[in-house]
Each structure stands twice: as C-alpha cells, then as structure tokens.
C-alpha cells in the first residue's frame, strides 16, 4: 500500500485513493514540478497467486499497453517495479464511470449513448487493429469513464490478461463477471474482436435501458419492448452484437462502426420513410399500367367500334358520299377506297364528274371536327402511312380504272391521270408495280413526244430517241402481259393498240411496218382465242379485234 | 408434527476455507412445532465468502428469535413471509456489497432457507443450493438459478450437456455480488413422515438422487445419528469422487 503524501520514483506525490480493484489500488498522485495530476495504479503483488508466472506476461503486456495512444485510452507514461508491487503511471481521468451515471439517473439518453458507443467501437476498433491483436474483454459501464466534455475514456487498462481471466472453478455469480459473452465461460471457442463486440453491445443495453442483462430476466430483449421510444435502428445493432454465435455479430469494429453512424437508416421510421416512397411508386406505377391498359382497352374497343362502323357502312355504301364518310371512320382500310373506285368505273367508263371525285382523294376529304369546323384530312398519306401495300394496291386500282376507262378524247389525257396515280407505286416490288412503272414510262413518252412533234424545230435526233423508248416499251408491255389475267391482259392490248394506232408514223420511222405487223397479229389471233361467258369481256375483245384489224389496215396504208 | 434435525458440513479436498455456513433448529412457538433451516454457499475471490454466508445466515436467525414470534400471533400467511424474507435478502445484499466494495473484493453467496410449520413449508432460494422432500421418491422443491438451468429451461442445452457445461457453476444472481436480488419462493404443504433436505452444489455434483434417497429416505432416518451418520456418508462418497468444492447438508425429518 502506497501511503497517502508519499512520494513515487521521487516525481509522483500520491495524494488520495481514488479506486480499489481486486488486485490493485488506483491514487491520484500530483506531479508537483510538471503541476500535472496522474493516476497512479499499484497492483499488488501478494495479490496475485503465483506472481512470478503472470510477471512475464504482465510486463510485456504493459509494455504494449504503454506504446497505446488515443484519444479515448489513458496514455500508460511509465511502469514501477517495485518489491512488492508494479507501479503504473497514467493519465489521470477526470469524471464519473458510466455504472455511477446509471446507478444516479437510470437510463441515459439514447443519442449520447449512441455517442459514447462510436466513441468506445473506435477504442476497440483500434485495440484490434493492433499487432498482435488486443482484445480488451471486460467492457462494462464501470469501466467507462465519463468526462466532464461529454467524451468517454476507457479504462482499468492496465491490468494483464491474465488478471481477467475468469475463474470458473469456483462458484461465480453473473453480476461478477461483468457482461461476459458465451464464449468467455470457456468451452466455446476462443476469445476474439467479437468478444468485445457482444460486451459492447450488453454495455448499450445497460446503458440505454438502465437494464442490468446480469439481471433477471438475464436476457437481452429488444430495446423497444422496455422503451418504445427507442430507435429500432439501435435495437438492431445491439441485439446483432449480442448474438450467441459470434458469427452472427459484428464481425469486427469497423462494421459495428458503420452500423451505429448509419443507425437511422435501419431506423424502422426510416424504412418506413422509405417504404411510403416505394408504395407512392408501385401506386403510381400500378396506376400507370391500369391507365394504360384501360386506355389500350378503350382504344382497342374505339378500334373496334370504328372497324364495325365502317364495315357497316361499307356493307350498305351506294354513293360517293357514303364512301368517303366510310374513308374518313378510317382511312387505313383499302375497302372504301376500292369499293368507291369500282363504283365510279362499274359501268366500264369514267366520266370526267367521277374523275374529279376520284383525284378528290389526292387532294384531301373534307370532315367536320368537334368544334364545328372543317378539316381538310389528307386520307390517302394516312393510308400511305399505316398501310402501304393498301396504298399501293388502291393508287393502282384507280389509276388502272384511269388508264381503262377514263372517257375522254385525247389519250394523253387518260395517261396522265392514270400515271398520276401509278407514280405512287411504281416502285412497288410487284408486278402490279411494274406495269403501273411501263404505263407512267409511257406516259411520259408521249407527253415528251407531244412536246417534240410540237417544237417550232424537229429535233429528229431526240424524236427518235423518244420513238424508240416507245416502242420499246410496247414490246416490253406485251412480254408483261402475258402473265396476267384474262381482263388486264386485253386492257394492255387495247392499249398497245391504240398507241400503234396513233403513232404509227413515228414507229415507222424506228422500225419496220412488218414488226408492228407481227406484234399486231399476235395480238388478233390472241384475241380470237379468247373464250369465256363473260359478255363484258367478249364485247371488249369484239371490239378490240376490230380495232386490230383497223391499225393493221393502217400500217399498210402507211407503209406504201 | 414433530422434527429430528441434523446439519453436517466439509471443507473438502481441495478449499482453504470452508465457505459454506448452515443452521437447522427446532423452533417452539405458539402455534406448536416448527423447523427452521438455512443453508448458505458463499463464494468470494479472496476467501471472504464465509463472511457472506454468515451474514445472511445471521440476519435469518435474527428474523426467527425477533420477527417469528410476532408472526405466530396471528395466522401465518405466504405474503408476509415472502415479504419479509425478500426484505432480509435485500439489506443482506446491499450490506454484502458495502462490504466487498469497501475491502475492495467481490463477494456473495447463495441462500437456501426453509421454514415448516406444523402443516405448511416455505422456501426461498437464491442460487443454485437446493431444497429436496424425500418421501416415498425424492422430489427437488428449488430451481437452480444458474446459467445452465436457464439454458435448458429455454432449450438451449440439455441435462446432459449442462452436467458437463464449464458454465454449470455461474449463477445467475447472488446475495452481495448482483445489482439487485430477486429470490424465488416455494410454498407447499408439509408431508408427515418425511425428509427435508437443504444442500449446496457441492453435495450433489458428484452424487446421484437415487444415491441420496438410499441413504436419507425416510425409513432409514430412525434419528439424529443416524441423520447425521447417513449425512457424513454421502459427504465422504463425494470425496472419494474428487469433489473439489465445500460440502454440506442440512436435514430435517417430520413424524
């Protein structure tokens, strides 16, 4: 025993004794040149059985306990060894131990708890992280010391592992051995960083409850069920770092760290936080697909609804009038526009009147709107852009009834109307494509023909040129024919017929009369085969046989 | 109803100290015949735990001279035992903490206390020393307030496992070493011709109930030699079975 006024290794004037452990004596001892106060721990050793077997390892531990330094330890500043006992010199800390705090005031409040904690985790944190590896063991709220800043200190540092191992021999009572975790008691598994881990965690049990665990009912229970103002954020935490199974705590210092500075985030107020953005999400998102859905539903019955409209009026149309109205309820079905174009050509001419209602589709059919007014709505693009072989199929239909029946003196005329509609899909991969190409050619000849034979001087050269191409085409027109049905076939020849027909000078002057001859009388004995009961077709081809004979006639006359 | 009572008590092979204290005695009162027995385990790291169990023993003895005789001038009931004992323990704990702290040791010790009346018995027990009634079998009255016993008692470990467990001898709670006591009581009628038995841990590890119920079942305890014979028997049988810790035993027989 150090006598109080006495004076250690000459500098430290033990001045009271401020704490008594088991085996050691803790005075406050001044140091009166520096005028600094120091606590000065002597650990007996009459103590301690067997002194001479512990020394070794006391000195070295004391030895790594002196190089420590943080702001949360008492720096060791020297070690004494003195006959009867070892003199550890150290920092003299100011203030109450945490057990002393919770046997005055109960329960501490959660956010300097939570404070202290990552205070004592970064202390552990640190210990661990040494080589070799310190494992403090006896954390407990006596071994806190709260300062007068609010900081807390760990200390009853300087004592040798050997001096806690608990003495399980003897009868122990839990309040004795602090809050030793499983593992402690021996027999299962060693000691580690998760040690300490679990002592933490009792520690912030006690402290943030006022609940021993070494008390009944010996257990540590949710935090919430003893105070639901709790955060459940903290309740999580120290129930995982009291886990039975040192697996399933905190694997080391740095992950309880991290768990305690994001606390709230685990916070069921916080999930809760976040759970109310999710619901506000999945709710606007099922709305989105419900919204959806009934709109598509709502589309797909308006699509219906206007299919059945239009097939209604389809059924039903005898006039113009009707067809358009049936165009406008949609103008992506070929139906109406077929139907309009059958009906203005069904009595194989097409007067001018019929034209014009037939190029009022280029031009747009007028629709009132809801407003009352009147749009002008470009059918023939929709079709176009929803349905282009429709589009193609009716701009070829139309300009075929053009080119067949459109009455109307001048061929010319009947070309351009035709390649008016054939331009559209000329370029269309099918077949229907490629005579509609050969009739726009044509046309173009003819009208560039027209143009020359008009010219104030006879390009010869050009003119020929152009007879050629004609002719050309002619020959190339017959070939296509060939493949077709039994009624375009003889549309193509009467066609061909009547370009020799009025032509036949400029042909002349690009091949011989026998060739227009030859292909003239293929054309006739290709007529005179044609057998059917259709009197529509008979008669075109009675007709057309004439027609034959009369060019064939003419290109006589002209030869000589 | 009528007691023969014998108390015996061993250091054992290994202890310095014997830190065991007990008391039996026959108790006339106004309301006839009682029996009062107490057995007290203390434990301490440097050989202060006999100060423990003394202490508690006394303060019970002080209770039966001062506050029993009051007691019996009217009925007994459960209650006002409980409370009074629950308020022994507790000042004996606080005063067992004062002391430890002030000598700078840890201290405590286990409680066992047994009263039977001329009908009704009354135990209280802090710790892990026992109560039996020996009759026709032998029936364990306390539960062992250990880590193990709560252990098994949650599912956490079996009998077997918590006879072996290195944590068989940490108890729960003590009076002098925990915050605050909370003793558990047991009340129950008081069988004619037959054998109550207060021990400590020390007694019982080492030797089975069917061990202890051949040699203090009733028909073979005729009187306080034989009690006691029977007792120093079964102590030395845990000592030639290397019993370590303090043993005692304390019996009261009712005819």
């Not at chain 1, 009025?502 to 044609?530: A, Q, R, Y």
Request: glycine share 6%; aromatic share 8%.
């Amino acid at each position: 025993m150090l006598e109080i006024g006495s004076l250690v290794d000459g500098k430290y004037k033990i001045l009271n004794k401020v704490g008594q452990g088991g085996m050691s004596v803790v005075y406050l001892a001044m140091n009166e040149k520096a005028n600094k106060q120091w606590a000065v721990k002597e650990v007996r050793k009459d103590g301690v059985k067997d002194f001479e077997v512990v020394k070794q390892g006391l000195v070295a531990e004391i030895d790594i306990l002196k190089k420590l330094s943080h702001p949360n330890l008492p720096s060791i500043v020297d070690v004494i060894d003195t006959e009867d006992a070892f003199i550890i010199i150290m920092d003299y800390i100011q203030g109450n131990s945490l057990n002393k705090a919770l046997a005055e005031y109960g329960a501490q409040p959660q956010e300097n708890v939570i404070s202290w904690a990552k205070q004592l985790c970064d202390v552990l944190g640190y210990l661990h992280t040494r080589t070799p590896a310190i494992i403090y063991r006896d954390m407990k709220p006596a071994n806190v010391m709260l300062k007068p800043d609010g900081n807390v200190t760990l200390i009853d540092f300087g004592t040798a592992r050997e001096f806690k191992e608990k003495n399980l021999a003897d009868t122990t009572c839990l309040g004795t051995v602090g809050y030793a975790a499983p593992e402690q008691f021996g027999g299962m598994g060693q000691t580690d960083a998760r040690t300490d881990i679990y002592c933490l965690g009792a520690t912030l049990y006690h402290l943030v409850t006022g609940m021993n665990p070494c008390e009944p009912p010996y257990e540590i229970k949710p935090i919430r069920e003893i105070n639901p103002t709790l955060s459940s954020g903290l309740e999580r935490i120290i129930l995982k770092c009291t886990q039975r199974d040192p697996n399933d705590r905190y694997q080391s210092a740095a992950e309880l760290m991290y768990a305690l500075e994001h606390y709230e985030e685990i916070d069921d107020l916080y999930r809760k936080k976040q759970k109310k953005k999710l619901n506000a999400f999945i709710t606007s998102a099922v709305l989105t697909v419900a919204l959806g859905v009934t709109s598509a539903w709502g589309y797909v019955s308006a699509e219906n609804k206007k299919s059945e409209n239009y097939d209604d009026i389809i059924k039903t149309a005898i006039t113009t009038e009707e067809y358009y109205e049936a165009i406008l309820t949609d103008s992506t079905r070929t139906e109406a526009y077929l139907g309009l174009n059958d009906l203005l050509s069904s009595d194989y001419v097409l007067t001018k009147e019929e034209g014009q209602q037939l190029l009022k589709l280029q031009a747009g059919l007028e629709e009132k709107n809801n407003a009352g007014f009147t749009d002008n709505v470009n059918v023939l693009s929709l079709l176009k852009a929803e349905n282009p072989e429709g589009y193609n199929e009716v701009c070829f239909e139309i300009g075929w009834d053009f080119l067949s029946y459109y009455d109307t003196e001048i061929d010319r005329d009947r070309y351009e109307n035709a390649a008016k509609w054939f331009e559209q899909m000329k370029d269309s991969d099918s077949e229907n494509g490629a005579i509609a190409s050969i009739f726009y050619d044509i046309s173009e000849c003819t009208t560039k023909l027209n143009q020359l034979r008009g010219g104030k001087v006879i390009q010869t050269q050009e003119l020929d040129e152009q007879r050629e191409s004609l002719w050309n085409m002619i020959e190339s027109l017959q070939s296509k024919a060939d493949g077709y049905e039994l009624d375009y076939k003889i549309q193509v020849w009467i066609e061909i017929d009547k370009l020799i027909y009025n032509n036949v000078g400029d042909f002349l002057e690009v091949v011989t009369p026998d060739v227009l001859i030859t292909m003239l009388n293929t054309i006739k004995s290709n007529v005179e085969n044609i057998e059917g009961s259709n009197p529509d077709i008979i008669k075109l081809a009675d007709e057309l046989e004439i027609s034959v004979a009369e060019t064939i006639n003419k290109v006589e006359t002209a030869k000589e | 109803m009528n007691f023969i009572i014998s108390a015996n008590t061993d250091i054992g092979l290994t202890k310095d100290t014997n830190q065991d204290s007990l008391s039996v005695k026959v108790i006339n009162t106004s309301q006839g015949r009682m029996a009062f027995a107490i057995l007290c385990d203390g434990m301490g790291g440097l050989a202060k735990g006999e100060v423990a169990s003394a202490s508690v023993i006394k303060a019970f003895d002080n209770w039966i001279c001062n506050e029993l005789p009051k007691l019996c001038q009217g009925p007994i009931e459960d209650s006002i035992i409980r409370k009074q004992w629950e308020k022994i323990v507790t000042e004996q704990n606080e005063i067992i903490k004062t002391y430890g702290a002030k000598q700078g040791v840890k201290l405590g010790t286990t409680v066992v206390a047994m009263l039977l009346t001329q009908n009704r018995y009354y135990i209280l027990n802090v710790g892990d020393s026992r109560a039996y009634e020996l009759t026709t079998e032998i029936k364990q009255i306390t539960q062992d307030q250990t880590f193990v016993a709560r252990e098994v008692s949650l599912g956490n470990m079996t009998e077997e496992e918590a006879m072996k467990d290195s944590r068989r001898s940490v108890l729960l709670q003590c009076v002098g070493a925990s915050d605050s006591v909370y003793p558990d009581f047991f009340f129950g009628d008081v069988q004619g011709n037959a054998v109550y038995m207060l021990c400590c841990d020390g007694f019982r590890h080492e030797i089975m109930p069917e061990e202890i119920y051949e040699k203090l079942q009733p028909n073979v305890l005729m009187d306080d030699y034989q009690m006691s014979q029977n007792s120093i028997y079964l102590i030395e049988l845990n000592k030639q079975r290397k019993e370590r810790d303090n043993i005692s035993v304390a019996l009261i027989r009712t005819f």
